[in-house]
């Protein structure tokens, strides 16, 4: 369950940071209150999964990192950034650490 939450505190938290840039600096209201509801709706369930005993560090990182990691593809492919190659190697360090968390916190 704990990890569930966590894949929906991540989706929530990547929809409202993809609605950060669509809502033009605050200054397009829709996109401003899918902001403000992401946001709030990630750290509720973030709150939720630190609270059934999921490690607040592995938690974070897989949060943090898979949000950022999710964004450079989203920016890239959606909103026309561009992703270079260095960009995609830091995208894959990202997930080899992500990776590196979860095995050492196996028992």
């Not at 959606?78 to 992500?98: A, M, N, Y």
Request: overall charge neutral; aromatic content about 8%.
């Amino acid at each position: 369950m704990p990890w569930l939450l966590l894949a929906l505190a991540i989706a929530s938290e990547v929809l409202a940071t993809s609605a950060l840039k669509l809502s033009n600096g605050f200054t397009h209201l829709g996109w401003s209150a899918v902001v403000a509801a992401g946001y709030i709706t990630s750290f509720i369930l973030l709150a939720r999964v630190l609270k059934l005993h999921l490690d607040v560090g592995t938690a974070y990182a897989i949060w943090a990192g898979a949000g950022t990691a999710a964004i450079a593809l989203i920016g890239a492919l959606f909103l026309g950034e561009t992703l270079t190659p260095l960009k995609i190697g830091g995208i894959l360090l990202i997930i080899i650490g992500v990776v590196i968390l979860n095995l050492a916190g196996a028992h």
